[in-house]
């Protein structure tokens, strides 16, 4: 079994809709040798690219998995910009890929309309959602992100010394958003409970406005937003920006203080080691295995359309280990952070109210 070598080209501009998306997929299913090796799994990276120590790099761990355990071949494609889109998708379908996925919103758009023109191809976007529902070859695969965000924001406030933590987002779009609601209504319910008054800065959930970058690339302007934060008395900081939090690693580093940080899809202390020391945790949205069961599903002839949605009940979505902060975290915060989340799975809490 060969390899496909990562192709990289350019076109679109993306859409801005709701993310709508429930259920989700079957458990993997098992493949023969033979027919997996026939098989070609191919993506399209989001803009920024495969090593993105966030999502991107996720789904393109969860190919390489599948390729490792399955036999099936793989073909990832890599975006730099949301112009990268369209061609990404006519290179791999004009290579013969069986399956396709897109990562990330902004190439929602143009996934949706590959699919609609080759039904005899099956497609998954990431981040995404069908257009039109009725399309038997496109699977969306989504995050209920606000519930982890909550309990990360609940972390943040319970560690925060000055009671004010803060947030920003790269884009305004509920695919992000979704994460600062859930940390700015975490960081409140701890206020509530401990009956300390705690300000988050940089988003409010009721009025839908917050502090955002403009885009995944620019380190400069992440880290200006974070020194202003900070300079505003936080200690705690979110960037819900994927591969941006070095750009707070290093706003922070020039503090001289002892501020933390939120990691963001991945476990950001694992996948970038050096910024460790300033990851309090990580909320983690867990593409890999999702992508890996996808692939097996499709492989064995099972693909199915049906929308799978991650959350804290199918260990989509979570925390990280706390790493460095292990110490600094006390038996009765885990305790209540358990009993947080299985209070979120059952409805008695309410992480968007």
């Not at 975006?79 to 369209?86: I, K």
């Not at 005899?120 to 992100?145: E, H």
């Not at 989340?341 to 059952?346: K, Q």
Request: aromatic share 8%; glycine share 10%; hydrophobic share 45%.
């Amino acid at each position: 079994m060969t390899t496909r070598r990562t192709v990289t080209s350019l076109a679109l501009a993306p859409a801005a809709l709701a993310l709508v998306l429930a259920g989700c997929s079957a458990a993997p299913a098992e493949t023969s040798s033979d027919a997996a090796g026939d098989y070609l799994a191919c993506a399209v990276s989001g803009a920024g690219g495969w090593n993105d120590k966030s999502f991107n790099e996720q789904v393109l761990a969860g190919l390489e998995q599948a390729e490792a355990e399955l036999g099936v071949e793989v073909l990832p494609f890599e975006s730099r910009t949301s112009d990268d889109f369209v061609p990404g998708l006519e290179s791999l379908i004009d290579q013969g890929c069986d399956l396709v996925f897109s990562v990330g919103f902004d190439a929602n758009e143009a996934v949706n309309a590959a699919a609609a023109a080759n039904p005899g191809i099956d497609f998954v976007t990431v981040d995404g959602f069908a257009i039109d529902d009725t399309l038997p070859n496109l699977k969306p695969v989504a995050y209920d992100m606000v519930q982890s965000a909550f309990l990360g924001g609940y972390v943040a406030a319970a560690h925060s010394t000055t009671h004010t933590v803060a947030t920003f987002g790269a884009v305004h779009n509920a695919a992000i958003t979704d994460f600062m609601t859930g940390y700015a209504n975490g960081a409140a319910f701890w206020a509530d409970e401990t009956g300390t008054p705690t300000t988050v800065l940089g988003w409010d959930p009721e009025t839908k406005e917050g502090v955002f970058v403009g885009g995944f690339e620019d380190q400069i302007a992440a880290k200006n937003i974070a020194a202003t934060q900070l300079d505003q008395g936080a200690d705690v900081l979110f960037p819900v920006a994927g591969p941006l939090f070095a750009a707070v690693g290093a706003a922070i580093a020039d503090t001289g203080t002892d501020a933390v940080f939120l990691g963001v899809d991945s476990d950001v202390a694992v996948t970038s080691p050096d910024y460790a020391p300033s990851v309090l945790v990580s909320v983690e949205k867990r593409m890999t295995d999702a992508v890996v069961a996808i692939i097996a599903e499709a492989a064995a002839g099972d693909f199915s359309s049906e929308a799978y949605l991650g959350d804290l009940d199918n260990g989509g979505t979570g925390l990280s280990a706390f790493h460095d902060f292990e110490e600094s975290v006390s038996p009765e915060l885990r305790d209540r952070l358990a009993q947080i989340a299985a209070d979120i799975i059952s409805g008695d809490i309410d992480p968007r109210a």
